[in-house]
């Protein structure tokens, strides 16, 4: 296997970079839709743990726009990025190469959270804090939609 297997777990730690829930809640609703991970993936067949993912998902998007609102690079912020971006990079990898999905998940996911937080500072001075939320949001969901969809198989028959 080359690096390029990994690139669908390096992806996912990107997203992770700017919304640690969204890997973890896009997962959990293409379980939902009957997609299977080509790695394993046990936590998030768990009924509990997939709607808990969706519920942090959505509320990680609700919360964002409030004006006390941690940075996502504090001490918790980058706690759960890795480890939505280890679980996401896991599941998102070959059978066999989770723990190097994961790596390069959490790998690409802690330097860019400092490096898209640059960002929406830099988008918030300019048109404010919802605003440029709103437009974070979007473009990240879609990618760890993307990411996730072109990613995941069918559920066998």
Known sequence: MNLRSLLSSVLIGAVASSRSMTPMASIAAARLAGRRTPGQLVLLDHPVVKY???AMGAGELLGDKMKSAPDRTVFLGLLARVMSAGIAGAALAPQGRERAGAAAAVG???PLAYATLAARKQAMSRIGQTRSGLIEDALVVAAGIAV????MKPRRS
């Open 52 to 54: 808990g993912a969706l």
């Open 108 to 110: 690409t996911a802690v």
């Open 148 to 151: 996730v969809a072109l990613s």
